[in-house]
């Protein structure tokens, strides 16, 4: 099992005093443990210890599941592939408490199987499935990009124009490259959208796409689409939010579907 060479990191919350122990004052009377006391209105609420452990930090969580997410998206752990949350744990250093907090987060977005009594397996590339990310992402981008166009500054046209003339050069030469404009085009207008709701939505949804692109490096790149971005900046240039919307629609789609082309 290959998983990408990093480390997650986390700290552990650093143990309190014991009592108070400043000259002059008497040692307070222990008190229960917090875990088995909640205050209310009423005062102090009896509730038993949790019966499993408690969710690991969030910390070590997000850096397991980011090291597996990488592995899952560049094709380091293949499709259908067995991972077990002790070889994880394993090699990560790391117990299995964050490890199985991490696969249940995979899960969540589709990126991992977990099936009862039989491990745990790499989704494998589903067409239909990716098809309907990507066209669920069309629309979100779209959307996005016509809530980022008012908030655009001269930097950002500029720093679009470069990455148009660019992906014109590369669409033949180095699709690849390409390829990757793309995600970053998705990136951009995510973030200059400023809207965390779609930000969220979007970030478990883009990883499927990015996955398919390291998968379907052989994949001849149309000179169409290349063109079809110079239409997306001239749309931003007019200033013109139904035109943009509907033209980066239509770019992701269409994007989408060459990914998933038969080769």
């Known amino acids: 099992m290959a998983i990408a060479g990093r480390q997650p990191t986390g700290r552990r919350p650093a143990d309190g005093p014991a009592g108070d122990a400043r000259?002059?004052?008497?040692?307070?009377?222990?008190?229960?443990?917090?875990?088995?006391?909640?205050?209310?209105?009423?005062?102090?609420?009896?509730?038993?210890?949790?019966?499993?452990?408690?969710p690991a930090t969030n910390a070590l969580v997000d850096g397991v599941y980011q090291v597996m997410l990488d592995s899952i998206v560049?094709?380091?752990?293949?499709?259908?592939?067995?991972?077990?949350?002790?070889?994880?744990?394993?090699?990560?250093?790391v117990s299995r408490t964050p490890v199985r907090e991490a696969f249940r987060r995979l899960a969540e977005i589709g990126m991992l199987r977990i099936e009862v009594n039989r491990g745990s397996?790499?989704?494998?590339?589903?067409?239909?499935?990716?098809?309907?990310?990507?066209?669920?992402?069309?629309?979100?981008?779209?959307?996005?990009?016509?809530?980022?166009?008012?908030?655009?500054?001269?930097?950002?046209?500029?720093?679009?124009?470069?990455?148009?003339?660019?992906?014109?050069?590369?669409?033949?030469?180095?699709?690849?490259?390409?390829?990757?404009?793309?995600?970053?085009?998705?990136?951009?207008?995510?973030?200059?959208?400023?809207?965390?709701?779609?930000?969220?939505?979007?970030?478990?949804?883009?990883?499927?796409?990015?996955?398919?692109?390291?998968?379907?490096q052989d994949r001849l790149v149309r000179l169409e689409q290349a063109q079809q971005f110079a239409s997306i900046i001239a749309a931003v240039r007019e200033n013109d939010a139904d035109l943009l919307q509907g033209i980066v629609s239509a770019y992701w789609r269409y994007f989408t579907e060459q990914m998933l082309a038969a080769t």
């Open 23 to 54: 000259p002059g004052h008497s040692p307070k009377a222990r008190q229960p443990e917090a875990s088995s006391l909640v205050p209310h209105r009423g005062g102090t609420m009896p509730l038993a210890p949790p019966h499993r452990p408690l």
């Open 121 to 216: 397996r790499i989704a494998d590339l589903d067409p239909n499935h990716l098809r309907q990310v990507g066209d669920l992402l069309a629309e979100l981008v779209g959307y996005a990009s016509r809530l980022a166009l008012p908030r655009l500054s001269g930097q950002d046209i500029r720093w679009l124009t470069t990455l148009g003339e660019e992906q014109m050069r590369t669409a033949l030469q180095t699709p690849e490259n390409y390829r990757l404009h793309a995600i970053e085009l998705h990136d951009f207008f995510i973030a200059r959208a400023d809207n965390a709701v779609l930000e969220r939505v979007t970030a478990g949804l883009r990883p499927h796409i990015h996955r398919l692109v390291h998968a379907r």
């Open 74 to 93: 560049t094709g380091e752990l293949a499709p259908g592939e067995v991972v077990k949350e002790s070889e994880v744990g394993e090699l990560l250093g």
